[in-house]
């Protein structure tokens, strides 16, 4: 992971692409996508390993990317975009005539990203983080802008995170007769436990390509 530090006009990315939402509230929509590098995390099922391959964007290219696109969602996935909050920022202030989405495993949420997002998906790592983000959003009134996404197997992962869930999404382990019988473990899981049940679109679609 690169130190940031002194490089407010600068932000490391690994890849800029239109693609459709698979995930979540907004699966289905059509979307910009920024993927930030660098992580701090190591998660085993993380499927976007090469995040960490990337070059550095000035503030102002990636400014006039987002508003030369005539989509109208942008969304920030990593990798850990929090990392570059100060950067991410400074891109929002000048393309407000875009939606903004955040993708953050939520280990460095603040009360500030509630309010510069339109919509957030955190997807906690661990019992005590997931504590601490419960935490902070409640102590907002209802605020309707974020969901909270456990990716759970049922059995080893995610299962301790479930309580905290809006959303369920099923690991996915490539392996496609294991992936189906997560899937749909999670899918009656969800029914008999009223939760609403999370897709990932772009698995079904392009399989592992590197793409979303």
């Known amino acids: 992971m690169e130190n940031n530090k002194g490089k407010i006009q600068k932000i490391k990315v690994s890849e800029v692409f239109p693609s459709i939402q698979g995930e979540g509230r907004y699966a289905g929509y059509p979307m910009l996508f920024i993927r930030t590098s660098g992580c701090n995390r190591a998660c085993s099922w993380c499927d976007t390993t090469y995040h960490n391959q990337g070059r550095f964007f000035s503030i102002a290219d990636l400014i006039k990317r987002i508003n030369k696109t005539k989509l109208e969602y942008i969304c920030f996935t990593g990798g850990e975009p929090l990392l570059w909050r100060e950067q991410i920022y400074e891109v929002i202030k000048k393309t407000l005539t875009k939606k903004h989405h955040l993708e953050t495993n939520g280990d460095f949420l603040i009360k500030e990203d509630l309010k ?17 983000i419960t935490a902070l959003l409640s102590k907002f009134e209802k605020p309707s802008n974020y969901d909270i996404k456990i990716v759970t197997d049922l059995e080893t992962t995610g299962k301790e995170l479930i309580p905290f869930a809006t959303f369920l999404m099923p ?26 049940f999370c897709p990932r679109l772009q698995y079904f679609v392009w399989g592992k390509k590197k793409k979303i």
């Open 116 to 132: 510069r997002f339109d919509y957030l998906a955190i997807s906690p790592k661990d019992f005590t983080m997931a504590t601490e």
């Open 171 to 196: 690991l996915t382990i490539y392996k496609p007769k294991k992936d189906l019988e997560i899937q749909q473990k999670v899918w009656n899981y969800c029914i008999k436990n009223n939760l609403k």
